[in-house]
């Protein structure tokens, strides 16, 4: 491991202008290559105190033996002075799109003399048109087919080609009509051109012109009563919309876009985009990189378009770019945009409409995409294997860690603290077994921790405190486990709820949350469980009684299964957080009042209209409705009258007071029954909370 300082330039040397620079390895081999609107700002941000980076950036740094820079004019120049390098040098510390060579286009030859209409994969070559990309070749295929009658565009190959013309034949295709047969003549190389360009005319969106064409046309022969013609005029126009089916309209006035975008986490991202032309959704892409540096959403978004475009000009750029966060900075990208293209390239952020109903969509894909290739990594049995046998050897075990329990906490600024338990056996998710804790705290608690932030602390020592609490009770009550296979489970064979034992207890948080847990098994007798923590913002592995922590490689299969847990482990908090505060939220004096089922609530409300409305009204008033006797009423009257007034509800985003909260059906109570295991929710938007 190389030290940053034996390499390091004096700041004098390094020029105040656009640039490019290049790490490279002591082999000198370039292993990251980066861009930087100043040279000396961007490289002294790398020659800091190591303790203070990024663990990616710390790794590259490291890994370095020296660096080098070329300066530029602009920044436009520096944005592909760094994609040219990127392809040239293939650097292992840059972001890299998996490549799209697999994705299949519909490509027009027309630089030979009879374009040719095929399915091309790989490099674009000069003199091609092409369409797409599509997700599979057998969708280039069908619209072919059904373009063909009506462009009978050559689609052999070029020894087929040659092999009619000598024989004088044309092939299957030019005698049913779906090949003009140039092969042999039938039409001169101009008549065959001027066939493939309105192809390609169609295919491009512009459609509307040609069908009105076709549809003239169809009217003329029968009015001159050539029926046959007419038919085949009318099959060929139903050929075509047909066609044109296969991709619906998304957006109105023939718009020609690209939507980009990203779903990511700490250790990846997926990209998705979709390739509107003419209103129509004609092509979509995606890949998935691994995030090798520290990069943000608008950086991510800057590295597509460069995949995207970076060999692309004229109309293969569209005219907007539609992206869920812009680059920074974002004159230079635009600029460099509207240079491949020749024109002006809008590169923003749908805000409303169409436009951004059908982000989402592209949205949800990439969302859709991350989570299948996490799918796709956690199901495999090898890799399976292999990190739990990583995380035994990274934490020193004696064994793979079978069953892993991981804790999180999750409250609104130390309001409504709830815990979750969530359980992976053999690398895979036990939705049975997650449970999920209220937190209760004790009088005296605070004097067990201080310190900024022990909240979280103090909670998870009580969290869990009381699962193995509870697991030596089941323990107590079972005996030892060594005679049966049915002590673990209840007389009719569902598990107990906490007997069984993890391998590893992780908890989300770092070294104080790590101490706070192995206190409260140490409190409890319990020695044969390990204890680790995750902490999120540098992804490393804290140990008991451990001043540094464990960094596990970034391609470490072990860190990903971690992470993987806690993850989920925090969505599972959030979730449960999020519902006992939306109970809360919704409670009224009614839930005090008792033998008041909801049944009579729902009288209540329907009869007065809100609980506004219920709060002013008389016992005699309340007697009125049915179901409602005078001593309940009473108890209703009484109840309002010892609440205390609501305060006003206030929108958090635009700081506006809102109407009066009770005035709806109210809630049930904020009261939730601990340690309950239902386990699924969606994934929430995780805004203020921890």
């Not at 016992?619 to 609440?643: L, N, S, Y």
């Not at 295991?677 to 938007?685: G, L, N």
Request: charged share 30%; aromatic share 6%; proline share 5%.
């Amino acid at each position: 491991m190389a030290d940053p300082s034996s390499y390091r330039p004096s700041p004098g040397q390094i020029p105040d202008s656009p640039g490019v620079y290049r790490f490279r390895d002591e082999h000198r081999r370039v292993i990251y290559v980066g861009k930087a609107k100043s040279l000396r700002q961007r490289l002294a941000n790398y020659f800091q105190d190591l303790a203070g980076l990024h663990p990616r950036t710390r790794s590259m740094v490291t890994t370095a033996a020296s660096v080098e820079w070329t300066v530029v004019s602009t920044e436009v120049e520096a944005l592909q002075l760094e994609y040219s390098w990127i392809k040239e040098y293939d650097p292992r510390f840059n972001v890299k799109y998996r490549d799209d060579k697999s994705y299949p286009y519909l490509a027009v030859t027309l630089n030979e003399e009879f374009p040719r209409v095929q399915v091309m994969r790989g490099h674009k070559k000069k003199g091609v048109r092409y369409f797409g990309p599509y997700a599979h070749a057998w969708a280039i295929r069908d619209t072919v087919d059904l373009l063909l009658r009506v462009f009978p565009v050559r689609t052999c190959s070029t020894g087929v080609f040659k092999n009619a013309a000598r024989t004088g034949r044309p092939c299957l295709l030019g005698y049913i009509g779906k090949c003009s047969a140039p092969c042999v003549g039938r039409v001169s190389a101009e008549e065959h051109g001027e066939l493939a360009e309105e192809f390609c005319d169609f295919m491009a969106g512009r459609t509307g012109t040609y069908l009105r064409r076709l549809e003239r046309q169809m009217m003329e022969a029968a009015d001159e009563m050539e029926y046959e013609r007419a038919a085949r005029l009318r099959d060929d126009i139903e050929a075509l919309k047909k066609a044109m089916e296969k991709n619906a309209v998304v957006l109105a006035d023939a718009t020609d876009a690209d939507l980009i975008a990203v779903a990511e986490d700490e250790l990846e991202a997926a990209v998705q985009i979709f390739h509107v032309r003419g209103g129509r959704v004609r092509g979509q892409r995606g890949w998935v990189t691994d995030k090798v540096e520290e990069i943000t959403t608008g950086a991510l978004v800057e590295h597509a378009l460069q995949q995207l475009y970076g060999e692309e000009t004229g109309d293969a750029v569209p005219k907007e770019v539609l992206v869920p966060a812009l680059p920074d900075p974002l004159e230079p990208v635009q600029q460099w945009l509207t240079g491949r293209r020749g024109s002006n390239v809008s590169l923003r952020i749908p805000q409303r409409g169409d436009k951004k109903a059908l982000m989402e969509t592209v949205q949800r894909n990439a969302q859709q995409a991350l989570v299948l290739h996490k799918t796709k990594r956690a199901s495999d049995l090898t890799t399976r294997s292999r990190a739990l046998e990583e995380i035994a050897d990274a934490l020193d075990l004696d064994s793979a860690p079978l069953r892993i329990e991981c804790y999180d906490i999750s409250h609104l600024q130390g309001d409504d603290v709830v815990a979750s338990m969530v359980v992976f056996e053999d690398g895979l998710q036990r939705k049975s077994e997650y449970r999920r804790f209220e937190i209760k705290g004790r009088a005296g608690d605070t004097q067990l921790w201080h310190g900024e932030g022990q909240d979280d602390v103090r909670s998870m020592h009580e969290v869990i405190t009381r699962r193995f609490r509870r697991y030596l009770a089941e323990k107590e009550k079972t005996g030892e486990w060594t005679d049966g296979e049915n002590e673990l489970t209840e007389e009719d064979g569902r598990p107990k709820k906490f007997a069984y034992p993890p391998q590893l207890v992780v908890v989300d948080g770092g070294q104080p949350q790590v101490a706070a847990a192995k206190k409260a098994l140490d409190e409890l007798g319990i020695d044969d469980i390990a204890v680790c923590g995750l902490a999120k913002r540098l992804e490393e592995v804290w140990l008991p009684d451990e001043g540094d922590p464990v960094v596990l490689p970034r391609t470490s299969e072990g860190l990903y299964l971690l992470q993987r847990v806690r993850d989920e482990a925090h969505r599972f908090a959030i979730t449960y957080q999020r519902t006992k505060r939306g109970k809360r939220f919704r409670a009224s004096p009614l839930d005090d009042v008792p033998g008041l089922g909801e049944t009579r609530k729902q009288a209540l409300i329907k009869h007065f209209g809100s609980v506004k409305r219920l709060r002013s009204a008389t016992i005699d008033q309340i007697c009125e409705v049915p179901g409602i006797g005078r001593k309940t009423a009473e108890t209703i009257a009484v109840a309002f009258a010892q609440a205390a007034p609501a305060a006003p509800a206030v929108n958090t985003a635009t700081g506006e007071i809102m109407d009066d909260v009770e005035d709806g059906a109210p809630g049930t109570t904020a009261g939730t029954r601990e340690e309950s295991s239902t386990a699924d929710a969606p994934e929430e938007r995780r805004g203020q909370e921890t």
